[in-house]
């Protein structure tokens, strides 16, 4: 078996399984022998279906691709249902738990052809609470989360795509620390059925992946959004650098990777300029969290009746705080929300893409929190999409990224633009 194998993008990988090259068994085998060889380690991995993933990748080596992510195995956050292996949420009130049923977004990549390997950790019910995964470039550092597994696994090559959810920064926080792409489309963009809710307005369905062409194509797989021409000649884009309000509380090596990527990409021939967030955006740094509280306790109500001595401490204090939020505290925030998204599609008149921070630093030390989301609440409340680019490294030597956002419902011009930019850093 070859050890480049694991190392193959996703496309790379299905480009080789329809021109015969490669089998889907061997891509298979390959990432469940990097499973097994890293998992005891990292614990990216809430459940591994080996033997199931074989029989579909023996199976879709005798059938016509799909598609072009035909033959590529994919790893799913355990908050999504899937009908032939657990779903357990990170909790011991599901231990065992067996759906009826596939996730929406499960159902879809089944169909186009690819490979349901397994449940990746995540945090309790996606919130606070982390699973004992490991950053893969520094097993004492927290990789992120809530999509803790999703980003690891994809990371240490275990797997070329995963699937995650962003409810505050779940998708691009944890990408930043892992030094992968993450991708968080416009709100909506992905059915949620069968998916585990925290909140209906911010939950959000993301992507892991190590290149843009690959969170491109499994983002047309399960939204149909438009694939963008890759081998095109692209624009320079016209990008505004925001900084925020909360550029302090960034780090030393997060304000000197954004500033020289700012600078790389003017040099590459973007007309990049200084932009400020209007006022009402810059309110929802508070007012996501009130909304997501608001909404999680109630997601949660028949789990905190029945069995609340199963909910860790952590989260039953966000649960309680959430239920202390009154109905004209969660309407004025839902109102700030709304203004907010007007005047940034007024401000996005200016600019093709924003720069800004991916997280405050590096993955911090040990597995007792995974990191803090205030670079990510306000994107996820506008419902803009965001992408992750690996972009230098902090202190200790782990990446660092830079997060580009674009207007609601752009994703395939943020794609672009991104893949621009990706190549314009280097």
Request: aromatic share 4%.
């Amino acid at each position: 078996m070859s050890p480049a194998i694991p190392s193959l993008s996703a496309a790379e990988a299905a480009r080789a399984i329809r021109a015969g090259r490669l089998t889907c068994e061997s891509l298979v085998t390959a990432c469940l022998e990097r499973i097994a060889a890293r998992d005891g380690e990292l614990a990216a991995w809430a459940h591994v279906a080996r033997e199931a993933a074989l029989a579909q990748a023996r199976a879709l080596d005798r059938q016509p691709a799909r598609g072009p992510l035909h033959g590529v195995p994919v790893g799913i956050k355990d908050i999504f249902d899937t009908a032939d292996m657990p779903t357990e949420h990170n909790s011991p009130i599901y231990r065992g738990n067996r759906p009826r049923a596939d996730a929406a977004a499960v159902a879809l990549l089944r169909q186009a052809g690819c490979v349901i390997l397994g449940k990746t950790a995540t945090a309790e019910f996606a919130n606070m609470h982390p699973p004992a995964t490991r950053n893969p470039r520094n097993a004492a550092h927290t990789p992120g989360g809530s999509s803790s597994g999703s980003a690891a696994a994809v990371a240490d090559h275990m797997v070329p795509l995963a699937l995650g959810t962003q409810t505050a920064g779940s998708v691009i926080r944890p990408a930043a620390f892992c030094g992968v792409i993450g991708l968080k489309p416009s709100f909506g963009s992905i059915n949620r059925t069968g998916v585990k809710p925290v909140s209906d307005t911010l939950d959000t369905i993301g992507l892991f992946a190590n290149t843009v062409e690959d969170a491109a194509l499994a983002l047309n797989l399960l939204s149909s959004r438009r694939i963008p021409d890759f081998a095109a000649k692209a624009a320079a884009p016209r990008i505004g650098f925001v900084r925020t309000s909360r550029w302090k509380d960034a780090d030393a090596s997060t304000h000197a990777v954004l500033d020289s990527a700012a600078k790389r990409l003017a040099s590459a021939g973007a007309d990049v300029r200084d932009a400020a967030l209007p006022a009402a955006a810059e309110a929802l740094f508070d007012q996501q969290g009130l909304i997501m509280n608001f909404e999680a306790a109630r997601a949660l109500a028949w789990e905190q009746s029945r069995h609340r001595e199963a909910i860790s401490a952590r989260l039953l204090k966000r649960l309680d705080e959430g239920w202390a939020v009154s109905r004209e505290q969660y309407d004025n925030a839902l109102q700030t929300a709304r203004d907010a998204r007007r005047q940034f599609a007024d401000l996005m008149r200016s600019y093709d893409l924003l720069l800004t921070p991916g997280a405050r630093g590096e993955a911090p030390l040990g597995l007792a929190s995974t990191g803090d989301p205030l670079f990510n609440r306000v994107w996820t409340l506008l419902g803009v999409p965001c992408i992750t680019l690996p972009w230098g490294s902090g202190p200790q030597g782990l990446p660092l990224g830079i997060q580009l956002v674009s207007a609601i419902e752009q994703d395939t011009t943020l794609l672009a633009h991104a893949q621009w930019a990706a190549t314009a850093l280097g």
